[in-house]
C-alpha cells in the first residue's frame, strides 16, 4: 500500500510541485490548504490529489484535519510543512498583527502539524517530517523581521526534533529555498526585484518550485533515514551556510 503524505500549502506554489512530485513517486498525497478554495478545486481536477481546508496556525483545526486524512486516507508517513505567508515590512512600520500572523503560521504551524503525527510516527517506528524553511531565515532579510525570525525558528525545531525521531525511525530535515518564481516572491515589488534581488542570485535566475519538490522526494524516501537534523539549501548560490 502506498504511503500518506500531506503537504501543507499543497495547492499552490511550492507546495502544489511537492504535492505533484510526491504522487508521481508513489505516495497518496493530501494537500491541505487554508483560504483559496477555487484554487484547490483546481488543482484537485487537475491532478487528482485530494485537498483538505483547514489553517495551519490552529491546532485543534490540524488535530481534526489531520484525523480526517488518516480516517480516509490512513496513517501519515511523510508530513511536508510548507504553508507560509509574508506580511512584508520594516521593522519600524510593522504591526503587532504582522508579526503574529507570520509566527503563527511559518512557526507554530510546524508544532500544529507535527505534534498530532508525531505519536504515531513513533507507534509505527517510521515517519519523514520535512520542514519547508527559507534562505531569509538562514541570512536574514531587511523587511522580513518577523518572516525570517520564523523561518530561522523553524530550523532550530527541525535540529531539536531529529534528535528526539532519531531513535523510532523518525527523520527530521529541512529545505531553504531561495528566491522560486512563486506568487509570494512575484509579489514583490518589480523594481525591488529585479534590481535588488535577482542580482544576488549567481545562477542569474529564480529558482522552480520542482527545482524544491525533487528535493523533498529525496528527503522522504525509505532509504534516506540517515539524513536527519540537516538543512538542505536550494537558493541559486545566493547562500552558502
Ligand atoms: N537593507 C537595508 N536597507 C534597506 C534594504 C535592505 N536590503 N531594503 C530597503 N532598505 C531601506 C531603503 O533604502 C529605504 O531607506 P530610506 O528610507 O533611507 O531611503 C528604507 O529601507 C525603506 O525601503 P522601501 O522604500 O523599499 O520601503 P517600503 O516600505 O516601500 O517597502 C518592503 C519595504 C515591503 C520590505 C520592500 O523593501 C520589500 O519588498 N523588500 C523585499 C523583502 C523581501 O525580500 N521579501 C521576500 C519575500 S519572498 C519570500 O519571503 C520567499 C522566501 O522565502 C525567499
Not at 490548504?33 to 483546481?42: E, H, L, R, S
Not at 517510521?126 to 536574514?140: A, D, H, L, P, V
Not at 531553504?176 to 516572491?185: L, N, R
Request: a neutral charge; proline letters at 3%; one cysteine or more.
Amino acid at each position: 500500500m502506498s504511503k500518506v503524505a500531506i503537504v501543507t500549502g499543497g495547492s499552490r506554489g511550492i507546495g502544489a510541485a511537492i504535492s505533484i512530485a510526491l504522487k508521481d513517486a508513489g505516495y497518496t498525497v493530501a494537500a491541505n490548504y487554508a483560504g483559496n478554495d477555487d484554487a484547490a478545486k483546481a488543482f484537485t481536477d487537475s491532478t487528482g490529489i485530494k485537498t483538505y481546508k483547514w489553517s495551519v496556525a490552529d491546532y485543534d483545526a490540524c488535530a481534526a484535519g489531520i484525523k480526517q486524512v488518516e480516517d480516509e486516507l490512513g496513517p501519515v508517513a511523510v508530513l511536508v510543512n510548507n504553508a507560509g505567508i509574508t506580511r512584508d515590512s520594516m521593522f519600524h512600520k510593522m504591526t503587532p498583527q504582522q508579526w503574529k500572523e507570520v509566527i503563527d503560521t511559518n512557526l507554530t504551524g510546524l508544532f500544529n502539524m507535527t505534534h498530532p503525527v508525531w505519536g504515531g510516527m513513533r507507534d509505527r517506528k517510521f515517519g519523514r517530517i520535512i520542514n519547508i524553511s527559507s534562505i531569509n531565515g538562514q541570512k536574514g532579510q531587511a523587511g522580513q523581521a518577523n518572516y525570517s525570525a520564523a523561518k530561522a525558528g523553524d530550523l532550530g525545531f527541525t535540529k531539536a526534533l531529529a534528535q528526539e525521531g532519531a531513535r523510532a525511525g523518525i527523520t527530521v530535515n529541512a529545505i531553504a529555498p531561495g528566491y522560486i518564481g512563486t506568487e509570494m516572491v512575484r509579489a514583490i515589488d518589480e523594481k525591488v526585484l529585479n534590481e535588488r534581488i535577482i542580482p544576488q542570485i549567481p545562477v542569474g535566475r529564480l529558482g522552480e518550485p520542482e527545482e524544491i519538490a525533487r528535493t523533498v522526494v529525496f528527503l522522504a524516501a525509505d532509504d534516506a533515514g540517515f539524513i536527519t537534523g540537516s538543512t538542505i539549501s536550494a537558493n541559486g548560490g545566493q547562500f552558502f551556510v
